[in-house]
């Protein structure tokens, strides 16, 4: 029986779902690829820790330079970050082995010139992990739909943050309590930075700019806006008008540019993703030929984000191709231009006429507007929500902004985009 040896960079919760997912499957799995896989080696930090994985012991090392990737078929990068795993990587590809990560950072920033470099060594990249963890994105982009132009993405791409906006919606506690609560259970991180200011999702877009659209973008690039601002009042006047509020990143390609972000935005009830919920992930596709599709499981945990390490490697086995094409940095710009609607609330003086006047600033100025909230709250001073027709977020700006020079207006408190 064929045998694949395999070399594993890092054992932690990944790596272990990738281990365990191989040996409840193995059965299957052996008989697709008409072999088996070796784990011959495993790079971690403590070679005696105890691990939820059945593994020779023999295997560990903490030394990069003892594995000998002359005599591996694949490499497998689950260490994270970017400067070890760039290198490593980078020498494994150079040495003839084929490659499968789930490091989205690295990916993002670094992806291009990797799989260049598989490319010259004629071996392969594969990346399904880094983007929506147990969910078959990057493949189905790729290969199942390579027939479509992809036009539209819009993606719930970060778990940690759908859990905390889910749980404010459902059970009306604040950002601050949730945060802490998934933190104390273990679904949000320590430092859960990058998950809440957008960054986690940046890249991730980043990733599938290439996959979609054939555009390499820097992910600094993206522009980004996180969920801490995002109040309980937003979200109860979000569900009277009949929106939910997700943090989603947008991609929509045109012919000359574009548009790639990631904000909370209020979506349309009905819309399917609206319906994603907790620590879930999704990808919304609208392809030119196949119409809309959408892909939806989980986007993090042992088992998923393992299920994907694997299939990749299982792919490479069955030799198949990679996922460069060709792509362009040059010829499209990105734009950050916000086209969208918007919904806005601000604290006004509760007076006679405030309304009014403020509809016929808004209308004086361009702003079309849709929809008009306004509750008693029996004080000196009132919330109003405004949702707009489509306009460019810059324009929006400028229009608040002179509209609140008028004594009337206390404070804008949320601008959130409306998607549909
Ligand atoms: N931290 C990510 C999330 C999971 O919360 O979705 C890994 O990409």
């Known amino acids: 029986m064929r045998k694949y040896r395999i070399g594993i960079l890092g054992m932690g919760t990944v790596g272990q779902g990738f281990i365990n997912n191989y040996h409840l499957n193995k059965e299957e799995i052996d008989y697709k690829i008409g072999g088996e896989l070796d784990f011959v080696n495993v790079l971690v930090r ?44 980078k020498k494994a590809l150079e040495n003839g082995c084929h490659v499968v990560t789930a490091n989205k950072e690295l990916m993002a920033k670094k992806g291009i010139e990797l799989i260049k470099t598989a490319r010259e060594n004629e071996v392969l990249i594969r990346y399904e992990a880094s983007v929506g963890g147990g969910i078959p994105i990057i493949s ?31 059970e009306k506690m604040s950002f601050k309590d949730v945060l802490k609560e998934a933190q104390e259970l273990g679904f949000a991180e320590a430092d859960p930075t990058s998950d809440v200011n957008g960054s986690d999702a940046a890249y991730k877009l980043a990733i599938l700019s290439k996959d979609a659209f054939g555009i390499i973008v820097n992910p600094e690039d993206i522009s980004r806006e996180g969920i801490r601002n995002i109040s309980l009042e937003d979200i109860e006047y979000g569900q009277e008008l009949g929106y939910k509020i997700k943090l989603l990143a947008l991609g929509e390609k045109s012919n000359e540019h574009v548009e790639l972000s990631v904000q909370p935005a209020l ?28 892909l939806y499981g989980k986007g993090a945990g042992s088992m998923p984000t393992g299920s994907a390490v694997l299939t990749d490697v299982i792919d490479i086995t069955r030799k198949k191709n990679d996922y460069i094409g060709t792509c362009s940095a040059k010829d499209i710009v990105v734009n950050n231009i916000g086209r969208s609607a918007y919904y806005v609330r601000m604290e006004v003086v509760d007076l006679p006429g405030v309304l009014g006047k403020i509809a016929v600033s808004f209308g004086e100025q361009g702003v079309s507007l849709d929809s008009v909230v306004q509750r008693a709250r029996g004080g000196k001073h009132a919330p ?17 902004e002179s509209i609140q020079k008028n004594n009337y207006v206390l404070e804008v408190m949320s601008i959130i985009r409306v998607v549909n």
Do not use: C, W
């Open 267 to 294: 979506i349309p009830v009905e819309h399917p993703i609206a319906s994603v919920n907790y620590e879930f992930n999704a990808l919304f596709i609208e392809g030119n030929v196949v119409g809309e599709i959408m």
């Open 384 to 400: 109003l929500v405004f949702i707009t027709h489509e306009i460019d977020r810059a324009t929006l700006n400028a229009v608040l």
């Open 140 to 170: 189905t982009l790729n290969d199942s739909l390579s027939s479509n132009k992809i036009e539209r993405l819009m993606g719930i791409l970060n778990g940690t943050t759908n859990y905390i906006l889910t749980k404010m919606t459902k």
């Open 46 to 89: 403590n070679t005696v820790k105890k691990r939820d994985v059945n593994l020779d012991k023999k295997v560990y090392t903490n030394q990069f330079d003892n594995i000998n990737l002359k005599e591996l078929d694949v490499v497998v990068e689950l260490i994270g970050g970017v400067s070890s795993a760039f290198e490593y990587i």
